[in-house]
Nanobody
Framework: VQLQASGGGLVQAGGSLRLSCAAS???????VGWFRQAPGKERVFVAA????????YYSEYVKGRFTITSDNAKNTVYLQMNNLKPEDTAVYYC???????????????????WGQGTQVTVSS
């Protein structure tokens, strides 16, 4: 599986961005997660979508503001980010994994395939 992330940029606080993660395989067959890494900090879970079921999961920091969706015809997973805050500033990565379950879907170590990061900068 190869992943290509895009859509990052500079936005003011309160604004919106939509990140895209284009996959080489069928997004229905694997789970896709979004993670982010701020300077000097660890990579953390943001959101995920389980491929077989379509179930979605969010970190407490973005729930209600971010939405993960999938266009299976385009093999692309999106992360719609609304009401962005300066603390959302980070490099965002998409990742893919197979056979993920509820207890592992938030764990970056569960994902075997990673795209390159896309920078999101939110100014105050």
């Amino acid at each position: 599986v190869q992943l290509q992330a895009s859509g990052g940029g500079l936005v003011q606080a309160g604004g919106s961005l939509r990140l895209s993660c284009a996959a080489s395989g069928r997004t229905r067959s694997f789970s896709v997660g979004w993670f982010r890494q701020a300077p000097g900090k660890e990579r953390v879970f943001v959101a995920a979508r389980r491929g077989p079921t379509g179930s979605t999961y969010y970190s407490e920091y973005v729930k209600g503001r971010f939405t993960i969706t999938s266009d299976n015809a385009k093999n692309t997973v999106y992360l719609q980010m609304n009401n962005l805050k300066p603390e959302d500033t980070a490099v965002y990565y998409c990742a893919a994994g197979f056979n993920l379950i509820l207890s592992t879907i938030r764990d970056s170590a569960s994902y075997g395939y990673w795209g390159q990061g896309t920078q999101v900068t939110v100014s105050s």
